[in-house]
């Protein structure tokens, strides 16, 4: 019996009352005309010239040559394109792993990436150390290993706490995967940060050469739209795998799509620009809202500007209230509740508040406005 998405079905359930979306893990969407707008003559003529015919099931070359640009030392060959980063996931681990190898996986993390690994085989959950880091426990991890490990799963920067991982950390549990011959696969949709900003961490395939890298153009670039993802990875063997299950889901990406990714991925700078000052000026209203609001929430924002998980502090706890948000005021923002999994404690007393959309602003100001006659009815 397949697993409940609690987050899908929260979504499911209040969707339609929201008139602000707070919950939105994605940046700003990116219209089309804006994308095209960005072509060069060579993208021009290339889609020009497109057919609708079935494509390269690896990717095109030159889509995949603009991906490996991303990655120091990289190639083509080491990439494969598939319909999005969970796909590239389910790829990866069906190539990785077998019946009864064992695998870690550190959360809160997306739903239907834990489900992937446990339905696949034996499983343990390692959480990160609940504060505004939000630490890895290495101590935890190391604890967890069995003979029959074979793969450690993260996604830094992580949703929904929107934490990095500390260098010192990420460094030591490279030597710790070292020392045990493990896979480290890292979902890094959300890095969001360039390489000038100081929290700012290398693909973990730039690292050690048995980490894969994630990631896709869905939530850093804003193009959920495009169904393009990737891995990264030095192992032919590991692709060529990875590629067999391929085969049994989306075959190919569509044409069009990987024009338009190409053309994401060769003005990257501009719209990953453009995604973070949108993010970094609602994170810093959401931190204005939060301030005014001391007596209903902890603030203590995570690394990632997309992303933000404070405390909240009410009596009637964090799903009551986020549904009485939605219900009351119509925004719509996720209790960490719906991270909830078996193989580990997670926090249920935290509000998650996505912060890429253009749209925020005016959901955040509601929230204050929100918060603020709640208060005045207390005080009354």
Known sequence: MREDFALGSFLEEHRHLARHDLSASECD?????????MADEDDLSRWRRLDLGYTDPRGAEWLRAAIAERYHGASSREILCCAGAQEALACLVGGLLGEQDHAIVIVPIYQPSEHLLRARGPTSGVKLLEGTEWRLDLNRLEAAIRPSTRLVLM??????????????????????????ALWLVNDEVYQL?????????????ELY?????????????????????????????????????????SSCLAGPSEMLARIALRNAETVLGRNRQIARENQSRLRDVLTRHVDLFAPGAGSNTALSMP??????????????LVRQAGILAMPSC???????????????FGLGGSGVSAGLDRLDEFLSEASARQCA
């Open 209 to 249: 050469d048995r980490g894969v890298s994630i990631n896709g153009l869905s939530k850093a670039f804003g193009l959920p739209g495009l169904r393009a993802g990737w891995i990264v990875c030095r192992d032919a063997a590991v692709l060529a795998a990875a590629m067999r299950g391929k085969s049994a889901l």
């Open 338 to 352: 719906l991270w909830t999994t078996p193989l580990a404690e997670v926090p249920r007393d935290r509000i998650r």
């Open 29 to 37: 969407p990116l219209p089309m005309s804006d994308l095209l707008a």
């Open 193 to 205: 940060a360039d390489r000038a900003s100081p929290g700012w961490t290398p693909p973990i395939v």
């Open 311 to 324: 405390r909240y502090l009410g009596p009637e706890g964090a799903r009551a209230f986020s549904e009485r």
């Open 155 to 180: 996604n830094f920067p992580n949703s929904p706490t929107g934490a990095a991982i500390d260098p010192r950390d990420l460094f030591d549990l490279i030597a710790l995967c070292r020392r045990h």
